[in-house]
């Protein structure tokens, strides 16, 4: 049931995360000679179809996506998706610098996980591809149960290699890679309570700017250039808790910090619930802060080295609540578990150091983002 | 001095390793039936984790320790 439990986490797309320092060291050390001998349990076969749409700031991004997870020999499960993004982008730095463009992105993933005594050694790859974007990655994670399945710690890579084009200049490609480093740790606390931390280190390298974006010196149009390289790192802690009437609450913080000077916040709460047994309702609210990169102005005063206006690096922050329903249909054909999903979260997008020039007030926009998703699980 | 407190803090935190290595298992296997109810997972969809992922991704500087992977894009 232990291993159930964390493992379920995992199942979700959740990589149980963690802390290093030598108390914990400690706490492994013993743990890991109590660990128990029993088998871990891979992920549920399942298969998803979900349609999802993203609508705001002159962009609208809709698209299907699909994902097909199942076990062989009770010690391997293999997973195939597969996302398409159809975009329509009339977003602020277009309008006010180019025409508005239709594009489509499609991203194809594998995955293979083996289960192996307490452990699960997950593989996966993932190419995408938009008409002058390509990214593709592997990563390899490890996920070990340890103190007889009350924690659970894990160890993941990710290697990534991107090719950037522009549009009307065919000749033009530049690279960009990145490697990503985790650790992770989830622990229960209580029979009733559960708690992750989470680290993540991300390293950039090559062309990580748009060629088609451009700053501001003294209201004059320039290219952007940001530097080449880049690292940020990511700490996360999330606690969730039963509190009867199969009734959870549950609250997260990430710190983001970065080489660019950036600084972010993330704090999000949720309320999840059943109505009866077919019914399964969430409502959370979500509120990220961040403040700007070092090279990031709004309008140039003198031209600098690095000098960028991507509002992605300035300050803003966006907040938003959302809810999310699930029903549960029955089982179909004594083997499938149905499922439908709906989901819509509202977003209030804010900056302070972006300047509308169509108007000279700052910019600040709302998006919907929207979800269906039918589900079998077998 | 110095060296006898430094020896002093090094063999309590050693002391501290220690007791760490003998604490038990405090939640039992037949204690953990509420921790598999699907409101106690952190997500539940992984589509719906990586779409969720991806629309903050491409609009937020922050990044990471969400445990979701994704290919990149340059669709800001």
């Known amino acids: 049931m232990a291993q159930r439990c964390l493992r379920a986490l995992a199942a979700g797309g959740d990589r149980p995360a963690c802390a290093g320092g030598a108390r914990l060291a400690g706490l492994l050390g013993g743990v890991l000679a109590a660990a ?35 076990s062989l020999f009770d010690q391997v499960s293999l997973t195939g998706s ?25 991203e194809a993933g594998f995955g293979l996980d083996y289960a192996y005594h307490d452990g699960l050694i997950s593989l996966a790859g993932t190419h995408s591809k938009e008409p002058d974007y390509t990214a593709d990655s592997v990563s390899v994670d490890v996920t070990q149960d340890v103190f007889s399945g009350m924690t659970t710690v894990s160890l993941g890579y990710t290697r990534g290699w991107d090719t950037v084009g522009k549009h009307g200049s065919p000749r033009f490609s530049a690279p ?46 320039v290219p952007e250039h940001d ?15 039963d509190i009867g009437s199969r009734t959870s609450v549950r609250a997260l913080y990430r710190y983001f910090w970065d080489t660019w000077d950036i600084r972010a916040h993330t704090v999000e709460a949720g309320y999840s619930r059943h109505f009866g ?34 509002r992605q690096l300035g300050t803003f922050w966006d907040a938003g609540p959302g809810v999310k329903t699930s029903y549960s249909v029955g089982r179909f054909a004594s083997r499938f578990d149905i499922k439908v999903d709906a989901g819509y979260q509202w977003l209030r997008f804010k900056y302070s150091d972006f300047t509308d020039i169509r108007t000279g007030k700052l910019y600040s926009f709302n998006a919907s983002v929207l979800e269906l998703q039918v589900s079998a699980t077998y | 001095m110095n060296a006898g407190r430094t020896i002093a803090i ?66 800001n």
């Open chain 1, 277 to 310: 047994d077919r019914w399964l309702a969430d409502a959370y609210f979500r509120y990220y802060t961040q403040d700007h990169a070092l090279f990031y102005s709004d309008n140039f005063k003198i031209e600098e080295t690095y000098m960028s206006r991507n």
């Open chain 1, 227 to 241: 530097p080449s390289t880049r690292t940020g790192h990511a700490a996360m802690l999330r606690v969730i808790g």
């Open chain 1, 82 to 106: 597969y996302f398409v993004d159809m975009v329509s982008n009339a977003s602020i730095d277009v309008v006010t610098t180019a025409s508005p463009y239709h594009e489509t992105r499609k």
């Open chain 1, 176 to 221: 960009a890679n990145h490697w990503q480093y985790r650790l992770g740790v989830t622990q229960i606390l209580t029979p009733r309570w559960l708690m992750s931390l989470n680290l993540e280190s991300v390293s950039d390298d090559g062309y990580l700017q748009s060629p088609y974006r451009v700053a501001r010196v003294f209201g004059a149009a």
């Open chain 1, 36 to 70: 128990n001998a029993k088998g871990a349990e891979l992920p549920e076969d399942r298969a998803d179809a979900l349609f999802h749409l993203y609508d705001g700031g002159g962009v609208t991004a809709l698209g299907p996506a699909v994902l097909i997870r199942k």
């Open chain 2, 10 to 75: 090094g063999l309590m935190a050693a002391a501290t390793l220690i007791a760490g290595c003998s604490i038990q298992p405090w939640v039992k296997p037949y204690e953990r039936e509420r921790l598999a109810d699907p409101v106690m997972k952190f997500t539940r969809d992984p589509l719906s984790d990586k779409h969720r992922e991806h629309v903050f991704d491409v609009r937020e500087a922050a990044h990471g320790a969400t445990g979701v992977q994704g290919g990149g894009c340059g669709c």
